[in-house]
């Protein structure tokens, strides 16, 4: 065979444009994902990251949550006016929490920390952001405002469940991320005053209702929702102010049938003061994650069924209402022996094919009547988190605590009157107290505020253990910190009294 | 310069140095190849014309010329480790010839990277197998059969048909997922092997130290198996065919509690449970397991003449799989073909493809609810089936896996062209490209029910999907390597010299496309997704791509066949690191000493080889995702303004920006030896391998906010050390008869050293009881943390009976029949602190025995396997998300009650009975690997109807397995490897939570009947 003898130079060849290929072979960036320091330099970005700041609103499931299932357990199934209900052997975990039986290990627990959390990161990232974008400063400031709205609502949820904690008011710098400034517990005041500051941030840059689009925070609930952070601190004139201006912004009012709050025709009314949006889409899971679905009812045999049948209104709660009162059964689906015909027509055939005796009406979402694209779990219910009936009840309160018992009921007997109830009578400030906090048990029934309005009012205990929960005064007030969380900061984040 | 020129320059220096220069009139001389019966060429034969001084070696390629004027001279052919020859000229000029070996194991050729040595001059350390020992049993990858076989490898198997085993090389040598060697076949660097059919395997050689893998640098950090495929020799072609057909069934199965047991445990451990009364006695596992068929077909086709070499070969295999409705059909062609342009010259191609089709379970899913659902309710009764799911939130799993068709068909094309030229003997210049093409698509119809009456027995529960739903994936990667090699090769005297120098170059671009449509019909010719209702169509698309350059170098040097040195070197960059940290520098050496050459040693006697090795090398891992140090976006996150449907993003993940590589460092030294004639050999090795900013996912604290709470980073440094025995006898009693058996023990000893940020690593979610392993120092990687258990509390008077030192009990709010818990720290209470650490999956030794005869026509093998010393979390056990969930029927049997005071299992088990040494079982096992008979036609039978070989054997993998552990097996894959993104394939368990059993496919057992046919 022949000897081939000029190949060499091909090669060296080769060696040469190889040696020159140089870095940028190796200098790859992501695929199909935006870079941070894409980011930095669109002027879009930073409203983008406002956007995803809401979106977060929507996480649920069984993973980090902000309102599904695991935020209904903890805001509701763990007060007197809701049992977990479902089959009695479903969803363990959040039947520890119903009968005040759970430890720091429980998973809701953990997953409504590490959701808030995430919600938290969110703000930060879109408040690191915003003041990089070229947007004018009102503009700026109102997008700023709405992303502090939101932290400070995460916060509050964050405060009432499990007490002081961590403070993350900024991204942290990877360096600080494992310091103790951000890996120790933060005093519950330290809190309230980042929230009460975000939140009168929001109050002084964000648009009133009508001036801004709907869905956005407005300026009347940054003053609703830093009111009622007042009134958690018994700062009874602010809260009083607060409420007041909303009131005075002549922009709200209460719908006058009770039951279409909740219903798609009340969603952004009149009455609401805000609420996370939701919607359809061809993916069909423009929704928060097991909400209404988690607490549709559910079916034990013959039909096929709306839901869980989780968070069941307590027979407790349906005798809390006086005769009459309409909203009873707009908050109450009670189902009868032969059968109940909800709102939309739809009947549930008899009480022997579902499995528990009521659920929550607010939840219900007609799949017939109602925007509906066909994933249960995402099913499009606007939650409204606050509405002009609270903020009455809200007025009233703090009317009462600072002494200006008239104006506590007139708006009292607001409330009242849509019920279909004759006006209260006042018998002075104690009694009126008593009956402002009868008012918002029923009015806000399965709205996810009893739980924390009773340990707010010291009432908790004592209520608890008559509806037969484990409850233990200084100690169940609060949620334990996740034991996870705690060993993952080596022991830095020191474990609520009682949880030890 | 011209060519001509600077080849002359060369020449003449050579030619200066050596001395070798020939002299007198040239004549015609005679050629010829060597070759040992594998067809491989043999470089370095010594040639000699008997009765002169006059002589030559061999070149790489095996061939030779020779000057002889006598044509009827004898040429002698001898080499170390074959058995001498004598060839009469007879006036030929072409003298081809084949050597056998006397003593294989020594003189084997072993691919060492870019380019092969004989084992007896290795400096560092290699294992090898070859194709036959790996054909020869009924697996589906090329990995299992290697297992058992070679000390210093640990493979752990699933029975899961169409996966790729995880394989261990010397320990733990990774904390991340991407603990898996890398593999190389046929110079295709590769992560996946499952598209290699193990009849084209010719060798399998395993680097096992850095001395010997530092030469793939930054990949090499867990091993390199190196994967040879067969090739065309020269001769008549060779047609045969191999087949074997059988079936697989489990191997060992987890009882479940019957009715009777249910109902008597949730007496006590749900009393409000109302139990349906179907009178039904479900064993699910029986419902979903079967005896599958597993079939092979291979046809190959090889032969060739001095100028083209072919092999050729087609393969079929089906296997049914153990679970229900599973499949798995795989059809492969190989092409290697070698065309000898010019004697100086040589074009190799080998090409293979593979088509799979694989009918999918979601056997997490399946497993995980088959071992939950209550034997109260029946599977089906009148076409309907059980509702599972309304009485104990547990889908029915029959009706998940009949309500779904889920099939993957994966393509793949991998291949290698390389062209190598010599212009002189000594040099050798190779360029070669390789391809790895894969795609792949995945249809999968999900087909819509309700949770009523027309599905089930009676409505309720969560298992319904109103809607069907069709999901189409296609997935495509390319990855191409470029390797350019020089080799120079030359014995100057008693010097022999081999040097290497190259560089490579590598990118991997992939790209993935999965749309879905809901309403759908359910029948497979509308399976496209043009039949499903528009409105619900969406989509999405994802991407990757990588790229990876590297300079190498390697200097092997030998002086009289005695003294051995061999360094090497090797700079990698990585597009998976920051600029700043991209280069990695990975050097070696390693000398050798072969004691038995030495004038001094006794020749004749019983030793017939002996040496002693000694290296060290550092290696790298760049096994990650793409972009872990770049932070990124994640956009169209969707929100409504005033109705309007609007996009938002967010910062995804938390990011180390300044990522790293991990280097690992390690020692090895060997003793080798062969007695009586190399019918004894054994080889000893003591290694100690250092990993320091090991690559790891950890979790991080929530406040954080990232989304899922983990990310990776440089954590920590740990050591594997460990001792590697092999030892072999082999024997020809008589031309008819001869045996062989042999063994090798691997002890290994994994410690973390060091935690980056102090902060020790915290794994292994079990459900309520968090996590149950902690990666701390002193401590075995992924070491299981938790409370000790001491027993049961039998009575009331044994709880008030344990107390700490001050009197204080212990468990005040105990009853009887709870788990008693050791006050470690003696502080009156039970709770985190208390937690001991209670051994690892790694095990402390595991070993591999194996046999074999051969009598006349009949050969029969066995060989077992087997670990030691680790330990099993059962955390299927543990891992209680109902009070409803069954038992395992030995748990119901012994468990404590009011009429049985049992003092080993606790009366009932939460969800949050914490973590303890009770749910920490013993993972030893032995088992019978393989066992084969086998029956040979005599030569003269197969003389008379014109066949080479014909031979029909029995076999079975896995037929008898000891062990202690209660679950499925103690061999665990956490889960099956990731079936997207075949190029980046790795098992998704992380050495952080190894040996949690959730719902592992069982090991399987093979039965199977096969026949060989050469002709």
Same mark, same amino acid.
């Given at each position: ?105 429980? $998973? ?22 915003? $003041? ?150 061809? #993916? ?160 806000? #029934? ?13 009432? #908790? ?40 | ?12 220096? %050579? ?14 001389p005679v050629k010829g190849t060597v070759r ?6 043999l470089?370095?034969v010594t040639i000699q014309i008997k009765g002169t001084?006059q002589g030559t070696?061999t070149?790489?390629?095996g061939?030779y010329?020779l000057?002889v004027?006598d044509p009827n001279a004898i040429l002698v052919f001898s080499y170390?480790?074959y058995t001498p020859q004598e060839v009469p000229l007879g006036g030929r000029a072409v003298v081809d010839l084949v050597l056998e ?216 295999? !089906? ?244 003294? %051995? ?189 060091? %935690?980056?940020?102090?902060?020790? %690593? ?121 009070? !409803? ?27 949050? !009975? ?102």
């Amino acid at each position: 065979m022949k000897k081939l003898n000029y190949i060499p130079f091909v090669l060296i060849g080769s060696l040469v444009i190889y040696a020159a290929c140089g870095k940028s072979f190796l200098d790859i960036p992501p695929q199909g994902r935006v870079t941070e320091d894409e980011i930095r330099t669109n002027p879009t970005a930073s409203i983008d990251l406002v956007n995803g700041v809401y979106n977060v609103m929507w996480l649920g499931g069984f993973g980090p949550d902000v309102h599904g299932l695991q935020f209904i357990t903890l805001t509701s199934i763990s007060s007197d006016d809701a049992d977990k209900g479902s089959t009695p052997q479903d969803y363990e975990p959040a039947l520890q929490i119903d009968n005040f039986i759970f430890t720091a290990t429980n $998973p809701i627990v953990q997953n409504y920390w590490t959701g808030l959390y995430q919600a938290i990161a969110r703000c930060n990232q879109a408040l690191d952001k915003l $003041p990089l974008s070229p947007l004018e400063a009102a503009e700026k400031n109102r997008l700023i405002g709405e992303v502090r709205f939101l932290r400070g609502y995460f916060y509050f949820n964050l405060v009432r469940t499990y007490g002081g904690v961590p403070k993350l008011d900024r991204v942290p710098t990877p360096d600080e991320a494992n310091s103790d400034e951000f890996q120790t517990r933060a005093t519950a005041d330290v809190i309230y005053e980042l929230i009460i500051s975000d939140l009168q941030f929001a109050v002084d840059n964000v648009p009133l209702k009508g001036a801004t689009q709907v869905g956005r925070v407005t300026k009347g609930a940054a003053q609703m929702l830093l009111g009622k952070v007042y009134m958690y601190r018994k700062n009874w004139q602010k809260a009083f102010e607060l409420s007041q201006a909303v009131v005075n912004s002549g922009l709200y009012d209460t719908l006058s049938a009770y039951a279409d709050i909740w219903r798609a025709k009340g969603a952004n009314s009149i009455e609401s003061i805000f609420e996370v949006q939701t919607g359809t889409n061809a #993916a069909c899971n423009a929704a928060i994650e097991l909400y209404a679905n988690s607490q549709g009812i559910r079916a034990r045999k013959g039909w096929s069924d709306f839901g869980f049948g989780f968070n069941n209104p307590t027979a407790d709660l349906a005798a809390a209402y006086e005769p009459g009162d309409k909203r009873k059964d707009a908050t109450i689906i009670t189902i009868l022996p032969n059968g109940t015909v909800l709102w939309d027509g739809f009947r549930v055939p008899s009480r022997d094919s579902v499995e528990n005796d009521r659920y929550s009406y607010k939840a219900y979402h007609s799949r017939t009547q109602e925007p509906y694209c066909g994933s249960p779990d995402r099913t499009p219910k606007n939650l409204r988190v606050l509405r002009y009936g609270e903020l009455l009840l809200q007025y009233a309160e703090a009317a009462n605590e600072a002494g200006n018992g008239g104006e506590a009921l007139a708006k009292l007997n607001i409330v009242r009157k849509r019920a279909g109830l004759p006006p209260a009578v006042s018998g002075g400030q104690a009694d009126l107290r008593q009956k402002i906090w009868k008012e918002r048990r029923v009015e806000l #029934a399965m709205e996810h505020d009893r739980f924390w309005d009773l340990v707010r009012t010291g009432r #908790a205990g004592a209520v608890m253990r008559a509806h037969g929960k484990a409850f233990m005064d200084n100690k169940n007030e609060l949620f334990p910190i996740p034991q996870e969380q705690i060993v993952l900061s080596n022991n830095r984040l020191k474990q609520n009294p009682g949880y030890d | 310069m011209k060519p001509g020129l600077l080849k002359y320059v060369a020449v003449l220096m %050579l030619f200066l140095c050596t001395g070798l220069a020939q002299a007198g009139p040239p004549a015609d001389p005679v050629k010829g190849t060597v070759r040992d019966k594998e067809g491989n060429p043999l470089p370095g034969v010594t040639i000699q014309i008997k009765g002169t001084n006059q002589g030559t070696v061999t070149q790489p390629d095996g061939t030779y010329s020779l000057n002889v004027t006598d044509p009827n001279a004898i040429l002698v052919f001898s080499y170390i480790g074959y058995t001498p020859q004598e060839v009469p000229l007879g006036g030929r000029a072409v003298v081809d010839l084949v050597l056998e070996s006397s003593a294989s194991e020594l003189n084997q050729v072993v691919v060492v990277g870019y380019g092969t040595r004989r084992k007896r001059d290795l400096t560092g350390s290699v294992g090898s197998v070859s194709g036959d020992a790996i054909a020869a049993q009924p697996v589906n990858t090329a990995t299992q059969g290697v297992q058992g076989k070679l000390a210093g490898v640990q493979i752990i198997s699933s029975g899961a048909p169409g996966s790729q085993p995880q394989v261990r090389v010397r320990g733990t040598g990774s904390m991340l997922a991407g603990a898996e060697p890398l593999y190389v076949v046929d110079g295709v660097l590769t992560n996946d092997i499952r598209n290699i059919n193990t009849t084209d395997i010719l060798t399998m050689d395993v680097l096992k130290d850095a001395s010997a893998s530092a030469i793939y640098g930054v990949r090499a950090a867990n091993g390199v198996i190196i994967i040879t495929t067969k090739r065309g020799r020269v001769g008549k072609m060779e047609v045969s065919y191999n087949m074997s057909v059988g079936w697989r069934e489990v191997a060992s199965l987890v009882k479940m509690a019957n009715s009777a047991q249910y109902t008597d445990y949730l007496k006590d451990a749900g009393p409000n449970v109302t139990i349906p009364s179907y009178n039904a006695d479900s064993d699910w596992y029986d419902a979903l397991l079967r005896k599958g068929m597993q079939q092979t077909h291979n046809v190959s086709l090889s032969g060739g003449t001095e100028k083209f070499l072919y092999y050729f070969n087609v393969g079929y295999l !089906t296997d049914e799989g153990i679970v229900r409705s599973n499949k798995y059909d795989r059809f492969t062609i190989r092409s290697n073909n070698e065309w000898n342009i010019a004697s100086n010259l040589k074009f190799v191609a080998q090409v293979s493809y593979m088509h799979n089709t694989t009918q999918n379970v979601n056997l997490a899913e399946v497993y995980n609810n088959t071992y939950r659902a209550a034997p109260v309710i029946p599977i089906t009764r009148d076409g309907k089936y059980g509702n599972t799911s309304a009485f104990q939130n547990v889908g029915n799993p029959i009706l998940s896996i009949d309500k779904v068709n889920d099939r993957y068909k994966e393509n793949r094309l991998q291949g290698t062209g390389y062209l190598e030229y010599s212009p002189w003997e000594f040099i050798k210049l190779r360029s070669s490209m390789s391809a790895n093409q894969g795609f792949q698509n995945r249809r999968r119809y999900n087909v819509a029910f309700l949770n009523n009456e027309s599905t089930f027995l009676v409505a309720g529960g969560n298992q319904q999907r109103p809607e069907s739903q069709l999901t189409m994936v296609k997935e495509e990667g390319t990855e191409w390597i470029w390797d350019n090699t020089v080799t120079f090769q030359k014995k100057f005297d008693r010097h022999d010299l081999t040097v290497l120098a190259g560089f490579t170059s590598q990118e991997y671009q992939g790209n993935y496309l999965e749309g879905l449509r809901r309403n759908v019909p359910n029948s497979p010719d509308l399976w496209y997704l043009i039949a499903g209702d528009p409105n619900t169509s969406t989509n999405t698309a994802d991407g990757d791509k990588y790229a990876r350059r590297s300079w190498l170098g390697r200097i092997n040097y030998s002086y009289a066949d005695k003294y %051995l040195l061999t360094a090497s070197f090797r700079n990698d960059a990585s597009s998976r690191f920051p600029s700043d940290n991209r280069n990695g520098y990975f050097p070696a050496v390693g000398a050798g000493w072969v004691i038995s050459e030495e004038p001094w040693m006794p020749k004749g006697g019983a030793l017939s080889f002996l040496k002693l090795r000694g290296s060290w090398g550092r290696i790298g891992n760049d096994n990650i995702s793409s972009n872990l140090y770049i932070l990124t976006a994640n956009s169209g996150l969707l929100y409504f303004f005033g109705g309007t449907p609007t996009l938002g993003t967010n910062l995804a993940d938390i990011k180390d920006r300044n990522l790293k590589w991990e280097t690992t460092e390690e020692y090895d030294f060997g003793l080798e030896f062969a007695f009586l004639d190399s019918r004894l050999t054994g080889e000893v090795n003591y290694y100690n391998k250092k990993t320091k900013d090991a690559l790891v996912t950890v979790k991080i604290p929530g406040l954080l906010g990232d989304p899922d709470n983990e990310y990776t980073t440089n954590a920590g440094s740990f050591v594997n050390k460990g001792w590697e025995f092999t030892v072999g006898w082999k024997d020809n009693i008589s031309e008819d008869f001869s045996y062989n058996i042999g063994g090798n023990l691997t002890l290994n000893d994994n410690e973390v050293t060091g %935690l980056n940020q102090g902060q020790p %690593l915290f794994r292994g979610g079990v459900g309520q009881q968090g996590n149950i392993t902690k990666t701390d120092n002193g401590q075995p990687i992924g070491s299981f943390f938790v409370l000790d258990a001491m027993g049961v509390f039998p009575t009331q008077g044994a709880i008030d009976a344990y107390v700490n030192k001050n009197g204080q009990k212990i468990q005040p709010n105990a009853q009887p029949g709870d788990l008693q818990y050791r006050d470690v720290n003696d502080d009156g209470s039970i709770n985190d602190l208390d937690r001991i650490y209670a051994g690892s999956y790694q095990p402390k030794f595991y070993y591999g025995i194996n046999a074999g005869l051969a009598c006349k026509g009949i050969d029969f093998s066995m060989d077992f396997y087997g670990n030691a010393g680790n330990k099993i979390y059962n955390g299927k056990k543990a891992f209680r998300y109902e009070v !409803t969930d069954n038992v395992e029927a030995k748990y119901a049997d012994r468990r404590w009650t009011s009429t049985r005071p049992s003092t080993t299992d606790p009366r009932v088990l939460y969800g949050n !009975t914490p973590a303890s040494t009770y749910f920490v079982e013993s993972g030893n096992f032995f088992r019978l690997n393989n066992i084969t008979l086998g029956y040979s036609l005599p030569k003269r039978i197969l003389d008379n109807i014109k066949m080479e070989k014909i031979r029909i054997y029995l076999t079975s993998q896995n037929l008898f397995t000891s062990k202690r552990f209660s679950g499925f097996s103690p061999e665990m894959i956490s889960s099956n490897p990731k079936q997207d993104g075949f190029l980046s394939l790795q098992n998704s368990s992380s050495p952080l939570e190894a040996g949690i059993e959730l719902s592992p496919y069982p090991t399987t057992r093979t039965y199977a009947l096969g026949l060989n046919i050469t002709f």
